[in-house]
């Protein structure tokens, strides 16, 4: 929950100071880091040709929301400087601004304050202001050790010809990519150019799956900890979400010859598989997403608004959302009063709350569903993959125009955000003085 500022925690900050929210703090700097992103990659040298203004402001914005949409071709376009500044902004995007800015200031031998300490907490989930500077510390080690180990295997998973002239650049970015969701591969086909490369397939999957769990459930399994309720819903909710979904892909696609019907038996189970997990906001994509026949991609698009988990480097409701949303909603037909899931009672606000973070994305995106230049189908699989920050696309976001270009970028910039983290900023938070008569209204 987020504090108001002002509200009986002691601060140091001096009197007369602008007092500004968490999360106007957070939509403010993600949309600063942004246009820094953008200008640095206009620098000379970042680019072959240089990027145009619209270009470089729609990449850093898809680099710094860890979805993945591209209007260039990162291998071809940019340069080696180009791509290094790409992955800054996508490591950036994947920790979150708060995080990554304790954790530099934790490296650099600096303490964390009390308003430091609390932003954490809110980003990470956690109560306990002691907890906050071991808690970085420990996503930072995770975090280097993952996408280091990650690296290393893509460098000796992948054959010679698909690491290119720079086998560790290609392996580490890749790596870095995948950890943070962010989908943005080096070859111009994207990761269809390791079509049958199960090795490093296998590897790019772990590592989005280890990304979209969520910090708070890593350093709960890296420290071997008691898993609580979260984590469990985490690890088996993501489990059973990408089994099914890779099933159903696979029943839908089966024969398609266009996907997977032309592929071994193994091959397709792979590949729906690879499908299942990608699209819970990593973004990459071994086959051509506008060849999907239209139940997949329906199918697809449920699986993006899903997501992955809080505090995760991936986007979208979040899987622990659904959860409590199918949770209450079978409380309800068993006319039971608690919302419960594994024995456990939820608090009553769970129900609310999630119910608002999906009311709140079904309604962003229902208003920038009609994008400039695109038809509605196109528009609802984009402005989808947008908002959840995965960065799929069946082909209309490289052909859109700049008006579609800017209502692509509204639709990440929001989904990182994340809708409580939204209308907080856009509501003011006011507390009722009189006492309301209560009535009835009919539902159903």
């Known amino acids: 929950m987020w504090h108001r500022p002002g509200g009986g925690l002691p601060s140091d900050r001096p009197s007369g100071s602008v007092r500004i929210s968490p999360p106007r703090l957070f939509a403010l700097a993600l949309a600063v880091m942004i246009l820094v992103g953008g200008l640095a990659l206009l620098a000379p040298g970042m680019a072959e040709p240089a990027l145009s203004v619209p270009e470089a402001l729609f990449t850093a914005t898809s680099a710094m929301t860890v979805t993945g949409l591209s209007i260039i071709d990162v291998g071809q376009r940019l340069t080696p400087a180009g791509q290094a500044v790409l992955l800054v902004l996508i490591q950036l995007g994947g920790l979150g601004l708060s995080v990554f800015a304790a954790l530099t200031m934790i490296t650099l031998g600096g303490r964390l304050g009390l308003g430091q300490r609390l932003v954490v907490n809110q980003r990470l989930g956690t109560t306990s202001l002691a907890e906050a500077v071991p808690l970085v510390r420990s996503i930072g080690l995770i975090t280097l050790g993952v996408e280091l180990a990650g690296a290393a295997l893509l460098a000796v998973a992948l054959p010679g010809d698909a690491l290119g002239a720079r086998p560790l650049w290609t392996a580490l970015f890749h790596a870095v990519s995948a950890f943070n969701n962010a989908g943005f591969a080096l070859p111009s086909a994207g990761l269809a150019a390791w079509s049958g490369e199960t090795a490093a397939l296998g590897v790019v999957a772990a590592l989005i799956v280890t990304g979209g769990l969520g910090f708070p459930v890593l ?17 088996w909710g993501s489990a059973a979400l990408i089994l099914g979904g890779g099933l159903v892909l696979a029943a839908l696609e089966w024969r398609s010859p266009q996907t997977l019907g032309d592929l071994p038996s193994t091959a397709r189970m792979v590949e729906a598989l690879f ?7 990593a973004g990459f994509s071994t086959i051509d997403m506008a060849a999907l026949t239209a139940p997949a991609l329906l199918v697809v698009m449920v699986l993006m608004f899903i997501g992955a988990g809080p505090a995760s480097t991936g986007g979208g409701i979040k899987l622990s959302t659904a959860v409590v949303l199918t949770a209450a909603t079978a409380a309800y037909l068993r006319r039971d009063t608690e919302v419960t899931i594994g024995r456990r009672s939820l608090p009553p606000e769970a129900a609310s709350q999630a119910l608002s973070v999906a009311l709140i994305s079904l309604f962003a995106i229902a208003l920038l569903i009609t994008t400039p230049g695109i038809s509605l189908a196109g528009a609802a699989f984009e402005i989808v993959s947008a908002y ?57």
């Open 219 to 235: 350093v709960a399994v890296a420290r071997r900890s008691r898993w609580s309720l979260h984590t469990r819903v985490m690890i």
């Open 388 to 444: 959840a920050t995965v960065g799929l696309s069946a082909g209309a976001t490289a052909a859109t125009d700049i008006s579609g270009q800017v209502v692509l970028m509204l639709a990440m910039y929001l989904g990182r955000l994340g809708p409580l983290v939204l209308g907080f900023a856009l509501v003011t938070r006011t507390s009722a003085r009189i006492g309301r008569p209560r009535a009835d209204v009919l539902m159903g």
């Open 275 to 281: 499908l299942s997990i990608s699209t819970r906001t």
